[in-house]
Structure formats: C-alpha cells, structure tokens
C-alpha cells in the first residue's frame, strides 16, 4: 500500500492592499464592506471607487462619496470577483476654501479582516 502526503495552502487568496497602486486582493467570491470617512470643516468632499481594473477601468463594483463635515460617512459592499483582485481610486475635490490637510480615511472589511487607509490631496488612492 502506497502513502500520500497532501499539502493544502490556504493562503491561495490572502487578503493584501498597495496604497501606491489600489490593488486590493481577497479571496473570489468574498463579500467586501467598505466606510469611508471625511474628516475636515472645510469647504471639499472625498470620494473612493472599485473596479476590476487600474485607474476606474473594467467593471465598477462600487463607490462612496463624503463631504467634508464632521463625522461624515458612506458605506457600500462589493462581491470580490473571481480572479481576486480590484482596484481601489480615491481622490479629494478641495471645493473653494479647502484645505489640503483634510484626511479621509477607508476601512476595509473581509471577513475578520480589517484593512484602514488614509489619503489626502496630495497623496490620493492609487496613483
């Protein structure tokens, strides 16, 4: 009688994020929850979109917008798409007054996994 050995690697799909680019990757199939949150009193808004390519392209799963008032937020899901990846884009729009210092910061949940972000107006989400 012969013996097998089987290595399994659950680690096929880890859950990752790469500011620089917006890469985001989870396992296919996986239900995504994402929060973004405006902080500033100034005069701008904030705004984050996923799609299943670089710089919006492919198909859009999702986007938030928050303006900059105190405790502002929005929320949206998402269905990780079978090759495992999306990329995140998130910009400010600094409106007549803002301030290039207002932050905004994402929160991105898998499962037991929570990945948080911040950018501003000089270093957006993705390049």
Known sequence: MATFELEVNAAANP???????????APPSSTVNVKLSASGTDSGST???VSTAPGNGGSFLGGATAQWNPGAIDVFSFVMPLSGEVWFYGRHDLGIGGSKSNASQLQITNGSNITTVSFNYDNPLQL
């Not at 859950?15 to 990757?25: A, D, E, F, H």
């Open 15 to 25: 859950i990752t994020m790469n500011v620089s680019t917006g890469k985001y990757t």
């Open 47 to 49: 705004f984050v979109s």
